[in-house]
Every structure is written in C-alpha cells, then in structure tokens.
C-alpha cells in the first residue's frame, strides 16, 4: 500500500471570471468586496478568465492590471476567450496559462536501480528576427514588472516576492528568484528559466504554470534549470 502520494497544488490559483468590460467597474466591485471580507484574495495570484467576454469589446487589459495591482490583487495570466482576446491580453503582459502537471508517480523502492537521467531534447534554432537579449543590472522589486520582447531577459540581482519577469525567449536570474517567471511568452516551448537560487512564486514555460505549492521534488534553495518536456515542467539542478 501506498505510504502517500504527491499532487501538484496548481488549484489554489483563483480565476476571476471577467463578465464586464470595463476597468472602472470591476475593481470597485472588487474593491467592495474587500471591504465585506478584509483579506479577501488580498496579494493572490489570479487568473483573469476571458471566456464570458464579448471579443468586440475587449477591456483595456494594461490598464485593469494596473488597477487591480493598486488594490492588491496580482494577475499573472488568462484562461479561455477567443484569439483576439487573448492576444490584447498577452499584449498587456497577461499570457494564456494551461495548467502543468498532474499527480507524481510513487518513489521507486531503495532496493532498485535509480532510472537513467531522462534526455532533453534537442532544441532547434531560435526563430528568425530574434532580437538582441535584455539584461538588467539591479533587483526586481515587489509591484515591477519587466518583459523581454522577442528577446532573452538576464536579471543580475534578485526577483522579490511580487515581481514579475516576462521574457519571449528565456529567463536568467543570476541570484534568487522569489517572484514569478514566465518564459516563452510568445509560446516559444524551448524556452527555459536558469535561476541561481531557486524559490519562485512561479514559473511558466508557454502558458504551461507551477505555483509555489505544486512544484514537487523540485531542488529550492539550489541553482536550477526549468524546462518543458511535453506537457510537463522538468526541474534541473544546475552544478
């Protein structure tokens, strides 16, 4: 009988299913909500849910993170809706995430073998009209967020808790990621995150997302390499 088993917690991301357009009237709904019940969805990250949203009237999507980052609320990401709505909202710095992983298979008996490391693939040449990599020389703070588009992002510092770093090819974090990651924001599957001390919020490889609570036997604390095999994030150690 099985001693336990390991599931990836991607349920604790809420979707805030978005049935009106306008900026100006959701978040002082939200706002009224916060009132009714103090630290409700306070600093969570969520998911804005794009499938009730008429695409000939799209919300300004720049200016609705804004708003709810003012009252606290971190959206990192959409579900559902049509082409056009999620293309204005990946715009904005909002791409569409597709829940990763599943249930961890038990761990194999001492007294067997320890399976061949899995091989990564090949990866096949950056696409044409790749841009020169952005690189930052200091910390993300808390409420920041950057995006490296068409390009790679190197940040020479810490990623704080709160901040955000978006990059349409890969993220290099040359000390330690505490916020989130989102790479291959273009829906580049090759992309990676290289992080020297790995504690993230999040991470996310092509709309494919791990919170905090559904990374597994990832190594924290530890140089890490994260990529994309599949449907599935793999969590490398570096050195």
């Not at 979707?15 to 103090?38: K, M, N, T, Y």
């Not at 989102?182 to 092509?206: D, H, M, Q």
Request: overall charge negative.
């Amino acid at each position: 009988m099985e001693p336990f088993r390991l599931r990836g917690a991607n349920f604790n991301l809420l979707v805030l299913r978005l049935l009106d357009p306008r900026v100006e009237v959701i978040v002082p709904a939200l706002a009224d909500q916060f009132r009714r019940a103090p630290g409700f969805l306070r600093n969570a990250p969520i998911v804005l849910g794009l499938d009730d949203l008429d695409p000939a009237a799209a919300p300004d999507f720049a200016h609705l993170t804004a708003q709810l980052r003012a009252v606290q609320i971190a959206p990192i990401g959409t579900t559902g809706g049509v082409t056009e709505l999620r293309a204005a909202a990946q715009a904005a710095g909002l791409p569409p995430l597709r829940a990763a992983g599943g249930e961890v298979p038990p761990p194999v008996a001492a007294v067997e073998p320890a399976p061949e490391p899995q091989p990564v693939p090949e990866l096949p040449p950056p696409p044409s009209g790749w841009q020169p990599t952005m690189v930052v020389d200091q910390a993300v703070r808390a409420g920041q967020r950057i995006w490296a588009q068409g390009c790679d992002l190197i940040i020479r510092g810490t990623v704080n808790p709160g901040a955000e770093v978006i990059a349409d090819g890969n993220v290099h974090v040359y000390g330690t990621l505490k916020g989130r990651a989102i790479a291959g924001g273009a829906e580049n599957r090759t992309a990676r995150i290289f992080a020297l001390n790995f504690e993230p919020e999040l991470v996310s490889i092509a709309g494919y997302y791990a919170v905090r609570d559904g990374l597994g036997d990832a190594p924290l604390g530890r140089p890490v390499q994260v990529c994309l095999i599949g449907e599935s994030m793999r969590f490398d150690k570096l050195g």
